[in-house]
């Protein structure tokens, strides 16, 4: 059975920086992905990484976004940097392209100005 775990979120201030974590069971190492979605929003694509590594960033957030894993823990981070309002969200990960039935809980982020 397939889980993920979403974590690392909060209330920060406009500009710190935060790392979510994700952790994965019983999906092994696949193309993994995280994705947000904002109050009132859809869910949207953040950032990708593929089983070996190489990462992609949703253009407008390339810069602040990055993300990287570690495959002896099954964890994939999401590090954001210089955060804006604009970034309050509640963040998911999955896999990528995303399973449908694999959604997690996310987590929740907020940034204060």
């Known amino acids: 059975q397939v889980q993920l775990v979403e974590s690392g979120g909060g209330l920060v201030q406009a500009g710190e920086s935060m790392r979510l974590s994700c952790t994965a069971s019983g999906i092994g190492n696949p193309a993994m992905a995280w994705y947000r979605q904002a109050p009132g929003k859809q869910r949207e694509f953040v950032a990708r990484?593929?089983?070996?590594?190489?990462?992609s960033v949703q253009n407008d957030l390339r810069g602040r976004f990055t993300v990287a894993r570690d495959y002896d823990k099954n964890t994939v981070y999401l590090q954001i940097r210089n955060l804006q309002q604009e970034d309050t969200a509640v963040y998911y990960c999955n896999t990528y392209p995303p399973r449908s039935n694999s959604w997690g809980q996310g987590t929740q982020v907020t940034v204060s100005s």
């Open positions: 990484i593929s089983v070996t590594g190489v990462t």
